[in-house]
Structures are given as structure tokens and as C-alpha cells.
């Protein structure tokens, strides 16, 4: 079975910096996706940024980045000039490939962000 | 907006009841999700439907049951509800493309008292 561990519980960023935020996985299959979710105070479950395993290019949208180390099974997220709106529980999931389309989550990163 | 609809989003009952919630997936989205957000397991996977058929299991208790219906609509049934099923529960769609993404409702928050 896949799991996902976040090794950080808590994180804090001043506005405007930028703050890394750690994953690994633990997978035995060569075909599947990594994912960064964010869960802000209204529970919201949205999608920040998704990884295909196969692609060897890290995914970036706008201020998110990632650092997708397939050997190491290491999937960071980066977020660039920190925003308070950026404060949220993070959560990094993992899917296969194939037509299971089942997340497994780590156990989340509360990232605050201070003015 | 995901997109996703579900209802209640609140919901309030005593140990031993049984509630229902409820989940509209994006149009088009043949495929439902249930994920419980508790404090001590995290998010877990309950279950998927594709089409109206069970396709995937995940730690879902017995007392738990869910169904898609024809018009794609899904529905968790909880029974027999313990202080222990306090938790948020979220229901997901997906398109059936490689690589496509889970979008998530706003959850139900069910409190057992």
C-alpha cells in the first residue's frame, strides 16, 4: 500500500518570503500522480498543483512550485512571495495511475503566514 | 466553486441514529468519492462509484453504506453512529481522462452527541 508522510506539522512564512513544504511517498508502481491540496479555515479541499510521474519537468502554477525527486520519493511544494491568503492546512496526496483514481493523503502541514 | 454540491452542511445527531448526506457531483463526472477528515486518522477513503457501480473500497465500516443513482447523485448512509464518527466527510468527482483530477465538495460536518 502507498503512503504519504508530511513531516512537518506546522510551518510559518513571513508575508512576501518563501516557504518550502516536505512530502514523501512510498510507492512500488512506476505510472502515478502527486498532488498538493489546500484546505484554508473554510474546508474548502482545493487543488493547488498536480505532478505526472512520468514527466521528468516540475509543475509550476504561478507562485507554486514543486520539487519532484522521483528516486528520493520526494515531492516539495514551494510557494514564492507568501501571501496571507496563503494560510491553510496543506495536504500532499498520492494517486495511481491507471483507472483507480483513490487519493491517499499525508497527514497535512498547517502553514501559517505572518504580516 | 468545484462544482461539487453536497448537504447538509451541518449536521447534528445522537449516538445510535442514522443520517444520510448527500453529494451532486460536476456534470459530467461520472465518478464519486467519500473522504472522512478526522482529527486522529486524517483524511481516509471511504469508497468510489463510477456510473452507479462500486468500483473502490477503502477503510469504510460496516455501519456505512453509499449508493450512486442513476442521475449520478450519491448518497452516505451512517448508521448505528457512535461519538467516534464525528468528523468531516467530503464527497469528490472526476472525469474518467488519464491523469484527471478529484474535485471536492465543501464537506458535511456530522457532530454525534
Known amino acids: 500500500a502507498q503512503t504519504v508522510t508530511q513531516s512537518q506539522p506546522e510551518m510559518s512564512v513571513q508575508e512576501a518570503e518563501t516557504v518550502t513544504l516536505s512530502c514523501t511517498y512510498d510507492?512500488?508502481?512506476?505510472?502515478?500522480?502527486l498532488f498538493w491540496y489546500k484546505q484554508p479555515p473554510s474546508r474548502q479541499m482545493i487543488l493547488v498543483i498536480r505532478?505526472?510521474?512520468?514527466?521528468?519537468q516540475n509543475a509550476t502554477e504561478n507562485r507554486f512550485s514543486v520539487n519532484f525527486q522521483k528516486a528520493a520519493k520526494s515531492f516539495s511544494l514551494k510557494i514564492s512571495d507568501s501571501q496571507l491568503g496563503d494560510a491553510a492546512m496543506y495536504f500532499c496526496?498520492?494517486?495511481?495511475?491507471?483507472?483507480?483514481?483513490?487519493?491517499?493523503f499525508g497527514k497535512g502541514t498547517l502553514l501559517t503566514v505572518n504580516p | 466553486d468545484s462544482g461539487v454540491t453536497q448537504t447538509p452542511k451541518h449536521l447534528i445527531t445522537a449516538t445510535g441514529q442514522r443520517v444520510t448526506l448527500r453529494c451532486s457531483p460536476r456534470?459530467?463526472?461520472?465518478?464519486v468519492y467519500w473522504y472522512q477528515q478526522s482529527l486522529d486518522q486524517g483524511l481516509q477513503f471511504l469508497i468510489q462509484?463510477?456510473?452507479?457501480?462500486?468500483?473502490a473500497k477503502g477503510n469504510i465500516l460496516e455501519r456505512f453504506s453509499a449508493q450512486q443513482f442513476p442521475d449520478l447523485h450519491s448518497e452516505l448512509n451512517l448508521s448505528s453512529l457512535e461519538l467516534g464518527d464525528s468528523a468531516l466527510y467530503f464527497c469528490?468527482?472526476?472525469?474518467?481522462?488519464?491523469?484527471?483530477?478529484?474535485?471536492f465538495g465543501q464537506g458535511t460536518r456530522l457532530t454525534v452527541v
Open positions: 469528490a468527482s472526476s472525469g474518467t481522462g488519464v491523469g484527471t483530477e478529484a474535485f
Open positions: 510507492t512500488s508502481e512506476s505510472d502515478y500522480y
Open positions: 505532478q505526472e510521474a512520468y514527466k521528468q
Open positions: 496526496a498520492y494517486r495511481s495511475g491507471g483507472s483507480n483514481y483513490k487519493l491517499t
Open positions: 456534470s459530467g463526472d461520472l465518478s
Open positions: 462509484y463510477y456510473n452507479g457501480e462500486e468500483r
